[in-house]
């Protein structure tokens, strides 16, 4: 890789963590995961969830303790923090009005870029006006499940029995694998010996889910029908990745999958497995859970993965007692996102994905929700910012910024993209050090390709 790239890449790295480290409170101790071992601690307090088993091989030992920051840390230009609040909104709104002209962005488009620690607009374009955001959306469904459920949640996939009758159980793991679920084989196989069983009956329970399991764009290689069961998001090449062929019926597949992976560790199963609630009496046998939610924040953010944004509404739905299908995890993540004092006039959460058009959100709320994701009150709301893609080196924008452009290295940014529909939102450190946040929404969109170099521009320009 180009020295400039790498270089890039590790200052875009060290804007995004002045830029949260700015205001913090000093504080001693050790950083595991980008976040302090005491914020990790008091997470844990909140759920409870420290002290399961992870199916995930534990990391590395943490690192040395990391040295305890001023009250505020100048920007990388060097210019002291109360001063590089001064800049003048009018000159950036020069250097972006003609690019936000761009004809490729369509009759329809918004904008708004803030300066992260003072919250101060130095642009916008109808940032108030609410819009379809595509895959922006999944901003907000990640901030809202990590303030409903904390960033060390994690998702459960359990079996439970009675006797002889076990039920494979969804929790909503959208990121279960087939490692993981031979694993939970693995663990339910040696319980079954343990209690002298050789031969089972074996049922699957999805009800924790509510409501239809298709999205209301229907079957659609995007998604996998909504289900509390799947594994490997339900495709048919557990290899493949983005657009691909899905089961009709993820939840039966797994169990099916799950009865074979039994079988070939000697445990008989009587008949197919069929759907059903666990047999009265029954008591957990097995389990294994997901990564913590904070992973599977990062990975949905960086992959733009749906399957993950429609489990994590569902999961905040069931944290705050609403149903856990489309319209209760919509309601889930504005009452989360209203407990955050966002501004949320004109905003609609059809789905935790942005694939239903239905959805609107405004360039002023994405760009909140940045700066809210680095306050340093708000440790729990850290993976929003560390999971947008990186321009030219991860997920949705790898191929986007070519080696040269100003913004490689320097942009993260999750995408938005739907027939019609563009946008681009999240950070990038300014010539001065500033870590802005920034929101350009684009609709009735002509073409795909000239609308992402329009936005790419946008993007761009704030970095030069």
Avoid: C
């Amino acid at each position: 890789m180009p020295v400039i790239r790498t270089w890039q890449l590790a200052a875009g790295a060290t804007a995004l963590g002045l830029a949260i480290a700015a205001g913090a409170v000093a504080a001693a101790g050790p950083w595991e995961s980008g976040q302090r071992e005491a914020e990790r601690e008091r997470a844990v307090a909140k759920t409870g969830t420290e002290t399961d088993i992870d199916r995930k091989a534990p990391g590395p030992g943490r690192p040395a303790p990391a040295p305890s920051a001023p009250g505020v840390l100048d920007p990388l230009g060097g210019r002291p923090a109360s001063k590089a609040a001064d800049a003048k909104p009018g000159e950036l709104g020069e250097k972006l009005r003609p690019l936000f002209d761009a004809p490729g962005l369509g009759p329809l488009r918004t904008a708004s870029v803030i300066d992260v620690s003072t919250g101060r607009r130095l642009y916008g374009e109808g940032a108030d006006r609410a819009m379809p955001p595509a895959s922006t959306i999944k901003i907000a469904t990640a901030a809202a499940a990590l303030t409903a459920l904390g960033p060390d949640h994690r998702i459960p996939t359990s079996v439970v029995a009675a006797e002889d009758r076990l039920t494979l159980v969804g929790g909503g793991d959208a990121s279960l694998d087939a490692a993981g679920l031979r694993l939970l084989a693995d663990r339910t196989a040696r319980a079954l010996k343990t209690r002298g069983l050789t031969s089972v009956q074996l049922r699957h329970d999805t009800s924790l889910y509510a409501g239809g399991p298709l999205h209301p764009i229907g079957r659609n290689g995007n998604i996998a029908p909504v289900t509390a069961l799947m594994v490997d998001q339900g495709r048919i090449d557990a290899d493949s990745t983005g657009y691909a062929e899905r089961a009709h019926d993820p939840a039966g597949e797994a169990a099916r999958a799950f009865a074979r992976m039994l079988e070939r560790r000697g445990v008989r199963i009587d008949g197919p497995p069929a759907p059903g609630h666990p047999a009265a009496g029954a008591r957990p046998l097995a389990k294994v859970l997901s990564e913590p939610l904070a992973a599977l924040a990062e990975r949905m953010l960086t992959d733009s993965d749906n399957d993950l944004a429609e489990s994590l509404a569902r999961q905040t739905a069931l944290a705050l007692g609403e149903k856990a299908d489309f319209a209760g995890g919509g309601r889930a993540v504005r009452a989360q996102l209203s407990r955050l004092r966002l501004p949320l006039a004109g905003a609609r959460f059809a789905d935790g994905s942005g694939l239903d058009r239905k959805s609107r959100v405004s360039a002023g709320l994405l760009t909140a929700l940045l700066a809210r994701a680095a306050e340093p009150a708000r440790p729990e709301l850290r993976p929003v910012l560390t999971g947008l893609p990186v321009a030219g080196f991860t997920g949705t924008l790898r191929t986007r910024y070519e080696e040269g452009d100003p913004g490689s290295g320097l942009i993260r940014a999750k995408t938005g993209t739907l027939t019609g529909v563009n946008a681009l939102s999240g950070t990038v450190a300014a010539p001065d050090g500033r870590l802005l946040a920034f929101a350009f929404l684009a609709g009735r969109t002509a073409s795909r390709d000239e609308a992402q170099d329009a936005l790419d521009a946008l993007a761009g320009a704030l970095v030069s």
